[in-house]
Protein backbone atom coordinates (compact mmCIF):
# COMPACT_ATOMS: atom_id res chain seq x y z
CA UNK A 1 0.00 0.00 0.00
CA UNK A 2 1.36 3.51 -0.94
CA UNK A 3 0.53 7.01 0.91
CA UNK A 4 1.37 10.34 -0.11
CA UNK A 5 2.26 12.73 2.23
CA UNK A 6 1.53 16.70 1.34
CA UNK A 7 4.18 18.99 3.32
CA UNK A 8 3.59 22.62 3.58
CA UNK A 9 6.61 24.77 4.62
CA UNK A 10 4.92 26.67 7.23
CA UNK A 11 5.89 26.60 10.73
CA UNK A 12 2.22 27.28 12.00
CA UNK A 13 3.14 28.24 15.54
CA UNK A 14 5.52 30.75 14.76
CA UNK A 15 3.18 31.28 11.56
CA UNK A 16 2.76 35.44 12.61
CA UNK A 17 6.60 36.05 13.35
CA UNK A 18 8.46 34.07 10.50
CA UNK A 19 9.35 37.13 7.57
CA UNK A 20 8.91 36.73 4.43
CA UNK A 21 12.84 35.45 3.89
CA UNK A 22 12.50 33.12 7.10
CA UNK A 23 8.99 31.46 5.20
CA UNK A 24 11.23 31.02 2.25
CA UNK A 25 14.21 29.81 4.19
CA UNK A 26 12.02 26.93 5.24
CA UNK A 27 10.61 26.38 2.09
CA UNK A 28 14.32 25.51 0.68
CA UNK A 29 15.14 23.59 3.65
CA UNK A 30 11.94 21.32 3.05
CA UNK A 31 12.03 20.90 -0.16
CA UNK A 32 15.87 19.96 -0.09
CA UNK A 33 15.05 17.72 3.20
CA UNK A 34 12.46 16.04 0.78
CA UNK A 35 14.93 14.99 -2.16
CA UNK A 36 18.23 13.95 -0.62
CA UNK A 37 17.09 13.42 2.87
CA UNK A 38 19.08 16.10 4.97
CA UNK A 39 19.22 19.48 6.11
CA UNK A 40 21.58 21.61 3.11
CA UNK A 41 24.36 23.28 4.05
CA UNK A 42 24.41 27.02 4.45
CA UNK A 43 26.00 26.76 0.85
CA UNK A 44 23.58 25.04 -0.40
CA UNK A 45 21.05 27.13 0.60
CA UNK A 46 23.04 30.12 -0.96
CA UNK A 47 22.78 29.04 -3.81
CA UNK A 48 19.32 27.72 -3.52
CA UNK A 49 18.19 31.27 -2.03
CA UNK A 50 20.46 33.02 -4.77
CA UNK A 51 21.99 35.11 -2.46
CA UNK A 52 25.59 35.91 -2.71
CA UNK A 53 26.87 35.65 0.94
CA UNK A 54 26.31 32.68 3.44
CA UNK A 55 26.52 35.55 5.75
CA UNK A 56 23.04 36.26 4.83
CA UNK A 57 22.05 32.75 4.85
CA UNK A 58 23.66 32.50 8.59
CA UNK A 59 21.71 35.33 9.54
CA UNK A 60 18.33 33.91 8.84
CA UNK A 61 18.91 30.92 10.02
CA UNK A 62 20.29 32.11 13.67
CA UNK A 63 16.90 33.65 13.29
CA UNK A 64 15.21 30.88 13.07
CA UNK A 65 17.22 28.82 15.74
CA UNK A 66 15.96 31.80 18.01
CA UNK A 67 12.22 31.49 17.13
CA UNK A 68 12.48 27.68 17.71
CA UNK A 69 11.70 26.67 14.23
CA UNK A 70 15.56 25.21 14.18
CA UNK A 71 17.19 23.75 16.49
CA UNK A 72 21.42 22.36 16.76
CA UNK A 73 22.75 18.34 17.72
CA UNK A 74 25.21 18.39 19.83
CA UNK A 75 27.12 17.63 16.53
CA UNK A 76 26.29 21.07 15.22
CA UNK A 77 23.74 19.69 13.04
CA UNK A 78 20.39 21.92 12.13
CA UNK A 79 17.27 20.10 13.03
CA UNK A 80 14.21 21.25 11.55
CA UNK A 81 11.33 20.94 14.46
CA UNK A 82 8.23 21.33 13.01
CA UNK A 83 7.32 19.64 10.02
CA UNK A 84 3.56 20.25 9.44
CA UNK A 85 1.14 18.57 7.00
CA UNK A 86 -0.99 20.71 4.74
CA UNK A 87 -4.16 21.44 5.69
CA UNK A 88 -7.70 22.06 4.17
CA UNK A 89 -10.78 23.81 6.15
CA UNK A 90 -12.32 20.54 6.16
CA UNK A 91 -9.52 18.18 6.79
CA UNK A 92 -9.70 16.99 10.24
CA UNK A 93 -7.20 13.94 9.77
CA UNK A 94 -5.12 13.39 12.93
CA UNK A 95 -1.58 12.86 12.17
CA UNK A 96 1.31 11.68 14.66
CA UNK A 97 4.70 12.89 14.02
CA UNK A 98 7.37 10.53 12.90
CA UNK A 99 11.26 10.96 12.40
CA UNK A 100 12.59 11.38 9.45
CA UNK A 101 16.17 9.98 9.93
CA UNK A 102 19.38 11.31 8.08
CA UNK A 103 22.99 9.13 7.80
CA UNK A 104 23.38 7.03 10.27
CA UNK A 105 26.23 7.65 12.72
CA UNK A 106 28.58 4.91 13.16
CA UNK A 107 28.00 2.72 16.04
CA UNK A 108 25.17 4.20 16.92
CA UNK A 109 21.33 3.36 16.80
CA UNK A 110 19.65 3.71 13.56
CA UNK A 111 16.87 5.82 15.61
CA UNK A 112 19.21 7.35 18.02
CA UNK A 113 18.43 11.61 18.23
CA UNK A 114 21.48 12.33 16.29
CA UNK A 115 20.24 11.32 13.35
CA UNK A 116 16.75 13.16 13.38
CA UNK A 117 16.81 15.50 10.84
CA UNK A 118 13.14 16.63 10.61
CA UNK A 119 9.28 15.06 11.87
CA UNK A 120 7.10 14.20 9.32
CA UNK A 121 3.54 13.85 10.33
CA UNK A 122 1.54 10.96 9.07
CA UNK A 123 -2.13 9.78 9.38
CA UNK A 124 -3.34 7.63 12.01
CA UNK A 125 -4.50 5.03 9.93
CA UNK A 126 -0.79 4.08 8.91
CA UNK A 127 0.26 4.68 12.86
CA UNK A 128 -0.36 1.17 15.01
CA UNK A 129 -1.09 2.48 18.70
CA UNK A 130 2.19 1.63 21.23
CA UNK A 131 4.28 1.13 18.31
CA UNK A 132 7.19 3.57 17.21
CA UNK A 133 8.28 4.27 13.78
CA UNK A 134 10.54 6.16 12.06
CA UNK A 135 10.91 7.19 8.43
CA UNK A 136 13.96 6.51 5.95
CA UNK A 137 14.78 7.90 2.54
CA UNK A 138 15.56 4.65 0.19
CA UNK A 139 18.36 4.87 -1.77
CA UNK A 140 19.22 2.46 -4.64
CA UNK A 141 17.52 -0.38 -6.67
CA UNK A 142 18.16 -3.20 -4.73
CA UNK A 143 14.90 -3.25 -4.11
CA UNK A 144 12.88 -1.88 -6.87
CA UNK A 145 10.63 -5.50 -7.40
CA UNK A 146 9.42 -4.73 -4.01
CA UNK A 147 7.87 -1.17 -4.83
CA UNK A 148 10.85 0.80 -3.15
CA UNK A 149 12.44 3.15 -5.54
CA UNK A 150 15.17 5.27 -5.07
CA UNK A 151 14.42 8.54 -3.47
CA UNK A 152 11.38 6.76 -2.13
CA UNK A 153 10.70 7.57 1.80
CA UNK A 154 10.02 4.46 3.95
CA UNK A 155 7.59 3.99 7.17
CA UNK A 156 9.21 1.78 8.96
CA UNK A 157 7.81 -0.04 12.50
CA UNK A 158 10.30 0.10 15.14
CA UNK A 159 11.60 -3.74 16.00
CA UNK A 160 13.91 -6.34 16.04
CA UNK A 161 11.90 -9.34 14.94
CA UNK A 162 10.55 -10.18 11.88
CA UNK A 163 8.98 -12.98 10.01
CA UNK A 164 9.92 -14.57 6.71
CA UNK A 165 9.85 -12.59 3.89
CA UNK A 166 9.12 -9.22 5.62
CA UNK A 167 10.53 -6.30 4.09
CA UNK A 168 13.57 -4.86 7.24
CA UNK A 169 15.74 -2.40 8.00
CA UNK A 170 19.26 -3.98 8.77
CA UNK A 171 21.85 -1.92 10.07
CA UNK A 172 25.12 -3.46 7.86
CA UNK A 173 28.24 -1.91 7.99
CA UNK A 174 27.13 1.09 10.05
CA UNK A 175 25.06 1.47 7.01
CA UNK A 176 20.97 1.34 6.65
CA UNK A 177 19.77 -1.49 4.00
CA UNK A 178 16.25 -2.18 3.51
CA UNK A 179 15.79 -6.00 2.43
CA UNK A 180 13.70 -8.91 2.50
CA UNK A 181 13.94 -11.25 5.54
CA UNK A 182 14.65 -14.77 5.51
CA UNK A 183 15.68 -17.36 8.59
CA UNK A 184 17.11 -20.43 7.36
CA UNK A 185 18.24 -23.05 10.64
CA UNK A 186 20.77 -21.28 11.83
CA UNK A 187 21.05 -18.15 9.53
CA UNK A 188 19.36 -15.37 8.51
CA UNK A 189 19.74 -14.23 4.63
CA UNK A 190 18.67 -10.78 3.83
CA UNK A 191 17.67 -10.74 0.03
CA UNK A 192 17.50 -7.85 -2.58
CA UNK A 193 14.63 -8.22 -4.51
CA UNK A 194 15.88 -6.18 -7.80
CA UNK A 195 16.43 -6.63 -11.59
CA UNK A 196 19.63 -5.60 -11.31
CA UNK A 197 21.89 -8.18 -10.69
CA UNK A 198 24.61 -6.62 -9.08
CA UNK A 199 22.75 -7.02 -5.65
CA UNK A 200 23.22 -10.41 -3.97
CA UNK A 201 21.91 -12.03 -0.93
CA UNK A 202 23.22 -10.90 2.44
CA UNK A 203 24.10 -13.78 4.62
CA UNK A 204 24.41 -13.28 8.85
CA UNK A 205 24.11 -15.16 11.73
CA UNK A 206 21.58 -15.25 13.87
CA UNK A 207 23.18 -13.20 16.51
CA UNK A 208 21.74 -10.48 14.25
CA UNK A 209 19.22 -7.72 14.88
CA UNK A 210 16.76 -6.06 12.50
CA UNK A 211 16.31 -1.95 13.11
CA UNK A 212 12.35 -2.27 12.11
CA UNK A 213 10.01 -3.66 9.39
CA UNK A 214 8.97 -1.48 6.71
CA UNK A 215 5.28 -0.67 6.82
CA UNK A 216 4.61 1.57 4.01
CA UNK A 217 6.50 3.68 1.03
CA UNK A 218 5.80 7.18 0.44
CA UNK A 219 6.83 8.09 -2.92
CA UNK A 220 8.29 11.46 -3.83
Known amino acids: ?22 LETIRAIRNYLIKHGRIPSVRELMVDLKYKSPRSVSVILESLIDKG ?19 SITD ?17 PIFAQENIEAYIPVSTQFIK ?37 DLVVALIDDEATIKEFH ?14 QKHQPIILTEDFRIQGVVETVIPI
Open 129 to 165: PSNKYFILKASGDSMNEAGINDGDLVLVKQQQVANDK
Open 183 to 196: KKQNMIILKPKSNN
Open 69 to 87: VLSKKDTGKLQLNEFEAKK
Open 1 to 22: MYVCVCIQSVYLRMFNELTKKE
Open 92 to 108: NAQTVKVPLLGSVACGA
